[in-house]
């Protein structure tokens, strides 16, 4: 599409960002080969982005605004990630799910008359629509729009879709859902059917009688979903009344402003950002210190553990805080796209960084390596993942723990969006038509910069694991425009080169980074994070420390002893055993606790899967002594950690860690030995 058409559909008029206690702090210096090097604390939202769609006035415009379906292409270990995912059991839940049978289901039938129309077919078809176009995997885009066809066909005459059912109360959450795979689907294809679909479906939302909108349930508490999507369709539409239905459906959602009505953990992923979404109408900047309220809150409260999530193993209980308390799939999943979605309203890093601390050491292991199994908790302290009920200590009875295809019902549709939304927010357009590297993986990205030219950037990188970032470029014409690379929070020292040049990065490096050039093909950059060892520990849980390096938080080497238990043989379900000592606190220097690890990188290239025991590409060696009366429990789930400064007589042992995604039986919060 042009660059005039975008201007006159999309329009934008840009109005001034206004964030309490948020400055851009920039420092620039300029090379001999006149490429120009800045560092900003957040992104300069005074011009728009020509090509992309972002956030139309009156709502604050967007410092990051997403890339159209289908622009980033995933290569190296993410790839593998999502072809496993593929022929896992994500691509596949069609033979395995009764609520992904297309025959007979409520959301295939023009009149929703049918079974299971709630919410795990959405969820399902959120995920694998994004899926197949991430991959450009015609066998499930097929698939996926043969289900977008038929929910369009579902249309009534006053604007509803979807399964009759729903329609009585009415009940909007799956709705919400199936609304992201009509957006995912129309950015890949711009299908001229969608937009109206939406208009017409908001129209009738607008209907609802005060006292029936949004109700104490699930939509009520995440109705947060809703508004991202009343945002999107106003962004391309421009039609007003869409403003009106945000703030009310603002209004009707549950108070997150106030505080925390709900903790249950799904819910709490989904809903603590609420407020910041709003914050873009409102402008209010006490609307966006809400949201970030509701995080320290929660995190403070349970998320004092490693990998990014909190314990939840269905609602936050008081005295469950600790690192043997799991976390869902599902909130996995919600809580990386909500971290993405507030990099993009905010331009702030340190979303990003949560984003990639939950998707590097918490997400892996809740899949078996193959992704053809999921569990329903994984939690940062787990020796043994059987079918044996942990209640009370896990708050639901029956199997949590173990591999299994089968079951986990929201999960086993929910996470299919994870990883493909993750590729998707690898990389954002940025006002003054220029790119930023907002995660980091190995990817092809191709996109329009500067006045119009066509832009692919291959990154060639190997983080998380390790510190360097390759991008090569080819541009239709050399063009100037700004190229923005995220600086994590935990480096302190990042390297820039420029076609082998180094440049001087200004001291205040935090946030981003803003090369500004006339950039032509084969022109390279070399990012450089380094990344140190670091010793956490945890504010409320202080008898417990982690170890990170970069991004990965790292945890003890166990054996495993995979077990098939059930399923079929196409797929099966699997318990996982420990063949290893897993009650080991670490021996840590008092004076430097960093200088006690010794960092050791496997030679050779990255394995496919690198998130295995096997194929971990980098250990640390430390020292550590068992700790004889650390024990599990008489059902077989680990034992609390014990007091800090633990004595033990036992003998000091050279213990390895790994990567805590790589670890599905993981020791992570470890006690230090005096």
Not at 318 to 343: H, I, K, N, W
Request: hydrophobic residues 35%.
């Amino acid at each position: 599409m042009s660059k005039n058409w975008h201007s006159l559909e999309f329009g934008i008029v840009w109005c001034g960002l206004i964030m309490s206690g948020l400055l851009v702090v920039s420092t620039r210096v300029e090379s001999q080969d006149k490429t120009e090097l800045s560092a900003a604390k957040l992104p300069i939202t005074s011009e728009n982005n020509e090509y992309y769609p972002g956030n139309r006035a009156p709502l604050l415009p967007s410092p990051l605004v997403k890339l159209p379906t289908g622009c980033i292409r995933p290569e190296g270990w993410l790839r593998y990630q999502l072809e496993r995912m593929a022929d896992g059991f994500s691509g596949r839940l069609d033979e395995i799910s009764q609520w992904c049978q297309f025959k007979g289901s409520a959301w295939s039938s023009p009149t929703g008359e049918g079974q299971f129309g709630w919410e795990e077919l959405p969820y399902w078809l959120k995920g694998f629509t994004d899926l197949g176009y991430v991959l450009a995997d015609q066998r499930i885009i097929g698939d996926a729009k043969k289900w977008i066809d038929a929910i369009l066909a579902s249309q009534r005459t006053n604007g509803y879709f979807g399964p009759q059912a729903n329609y009585q109360t009415p009940d909007l959450w799956p709705n919400m859902i199936a609304l992201y795979a009509l957006r995912t689907y129309y950015e890949a294809t711009g299908d001229v059917r969608i937009l109206p679909f939406m208009t017409r479906y908001f129209h009738w939302v607008t209907t609802i009688p005060v006292g029936r909108f949004l109700p104490d349930n699930w939509q009520k508490w995440r109705g947060g979903d809703q508004l991202d999507s009343i945002y999107w369709l106003y962004n391309r539409t421009g039609e007003s009344w869409l403003l009106g239905l945000a703030r009310t459906n603002h209004e009707h959602t549950a108070d997150w402003f106030g505080g925390i009505p709900t903790w249950h953990g799904v819910n709490l992923c989904q809903g603590f950002r609420e407020p910041a979404q709003y914050f873009m109408q409102s402008h209010d900047p006490q609307d966006r210190k809400a949201s970030d309220r509701n995080y320290d809150t929660i995190m403070g409260l349970y998320g004092q553990v490693p990998g990014g999530m909190f314990g939840a193993d269905e609602n936050c209980r008081p005295g469950f805080a600790g690192p043997r308390q799991g976390a869902e799939t599902c909130s996995m999943v919600e809580f990386m796209y909500s971290d993405e979605m507030l990099a993009a309203i905010t331009g702030e890093t340190i979303y990003a960084d949560r984003c990639e601390d939950i998707a590097f050491n918490s997400l892996p292991a809740s899949m078996t390596p193959d992704l053809e199994g999921l569990h329903y908790l994984t939690a940062p302290n787990m020796i043994q993942l059987d079918r044996t009920s942990k209640a009370p200590l896990v708050q639901n009875g029956g199997d949590m723990l173990s591999y299994n295809p089968h079951e986990y019902r929201c999960c086993q549709h929910n996470v299919a969006f994870g990883w493909p939304y993750f590729a998707e927010h690898l990389w954002m357009a940025t006002t003054g038509n220029g790119l930023a590297a907002m995660l980091y993986a190995p990817c092809r990205v191709t996109a329009k910069a500067g006045n119009g030219a066509t832009v692919e950037i291959e990154e060639v990188t190997d983080y998380p694991f390790d510190e360097a970032i390759d991008l090569s470029f080819t541009v239709s014409r050399p063009e100037r425009f700004p190229l923005m690379l995220r600086v994590p929070g935990w480096c302190e020292k990042p390297k820039v080169s420029v076609n082998g040049t180094s440049l001087e990065v200004p001291g205040e490096s935090k946030g981003w980074l803003v090369l500004e050039r006339k950039w032509q093909s084969h022109d390279r950059v070399r990012l450089q994070l380094p990344m140190k060892v670091r010793i956490r520990q945890w504010a409320k849980n202080r008898d417990a420390v982690s170890v990170y390096r970069g991004p990965l938080a790292y945890s003890l080497e166990i054996g495993e002893r995979w077990q098939r238990w059930g399923g079929t043989d196409r797929w099966p379900a699997f318990e996982v055993f420990p063949t290893t000592p897993w009650n080991y606190g670490l021996v840590l220097n008092s004076q430097e606790p960093e200088a006690s690890f010794t960092v050791i990188k496997k030679s050779g290239p990255l394995a496919s899967q690198p998130f295995t025991v096997e194929n971990a590409p980098v250990l640390l060696h430390a020292q550590g002594k068992r700790i004889p009366e650390w024990k599990q429990e008489p059902n077989g789930f680990v034992g609390s950690v014990p007091t800090s400064e633990t004595m033990s007589e036992k003998p000091t042992e050279s213990i390895t860690l790994i990567p805590m995604g790589c670890a599905r039986l993981r020791i992570s919060a470890f006690p230090r030995i005096e």
